[in-house]
């Protein structure tokens, strides 16, 4: 299994038999080196977006169509894209699994918000979401972004995730703090990956505080576009 971050919560995860770009924002995203979208995108299977925020589904469209490959998120959401964009959709909901070749993903809950730009403000995008992402004998959990939620027992008890991805940067979702808390109260992983930070200066720039806060876990600090093997 293969993690590569791509700035914010840009992500591309090669697990089985597939190349998974989860929120894949290039165009835009401040931290995404576009000279380098060939080798990000190379050999990609599908998309995974958690919500319809511009820093999630930026110019998904077009990277879908170009990648001819399927995008897989909340019904409502696929939908759309499906009618006005032509894209291949999976749309399905929380609590839903579907089968990506070798791979089980499963939409969970997350305690966010989800819309995209309209011609009289934000429109209504489907609900905000998470994954459990099951292959190779392990389960990666991908919180979207998200806050502290008590749901995070009950997907420990269901999935058991060993991997935490974890939005961390504070002010738009949970804080290194409050993720240190979720995934020390309530998951019991053996490595946490952050995300959602670095980005801007509002959000938090290192990982710090929570490598700290998790003594015994494996936390990593990444790089853009620096593979981690896990």
């Given at each position: 299994m293969r993690y590569t971050w791509l700035g914010h919560s840009a992500v591309r995860l090669e697990i089985e038999d597939q190349?998974?770009?989860i929120d894949p924002w290039e165009?835009?995203?401040?931290?995404?080196?576009m000279d380098r979208r060939e080798e990000a995108n190379a050999g990609a299977t599908a998309i995974l977006i958690?919500?319809?925020?511009?820093d999630h589904t930026g110019h998904v469209p077009a990277l879908a169509k170009e990648l001819g490959v399927p995008v897989y998120g909340i019904y409502d959401l696929m939908a759309w894209w499906e009618e006005a964009d032509g894209l291949e959709v999976v749309g399905f909901n929380k609590g839903g699994t579907v089968q990506i070749g070798n791979v089980a993903v499963t939409m969970v809950n997350a305690a966010h918000s989800s819309s995209m730009p309209g011609d009289g403000g934000p429109v209504y995008a489907g609900g905000e979401a998470g994954y459990m992402i099951a292959g190779e004998g392990r389960a990666v959990?991908?919180?979207?972004?998200?806050?502290?939620?008590?749901?995070?027992?009950?997907?420990?008890?269901?999935?058991?995730p060993e991997?935490?991805?974890?939005?961390?940067?504070?002010?738009?979702?949970?804080d290194m703090c409050r993720a240190a808390y979720a995934a020390s109260a309530l998951f019991k992983f053996?490595?946490?990956?952050?995300?959602?930070?670095k980005t801007f200066?509002?959000?938090a720039q290192t990982a710090d505080e929570l490598k700290a806060a998790l003594?015994?876990?494996?936390?990593?600090?990444?790089?853009?576009?620096?593979?981690?093997?896990?």
């Open positions: 190349v998974l770009l165009e835009g995203n401040p931290l995404f080196p958690t919500h319809g925020h511009f959990y991908v919180s979207g972004d998200t806050d502290v939620m008590a749901d995070m027992g009950v997907l420990q008890a269901l999935h058991q991997i935490g991805i974890l939005s961390a940067g504070g002010h738009f979702t949970m053996q490595t946490v990956i952050p995300y959602h930070y200066p509002l959000l003594p015994g876990v494996t936390v990593h600090d990444p790089e853009v576009m620096e593979p981690i093997d896990l």
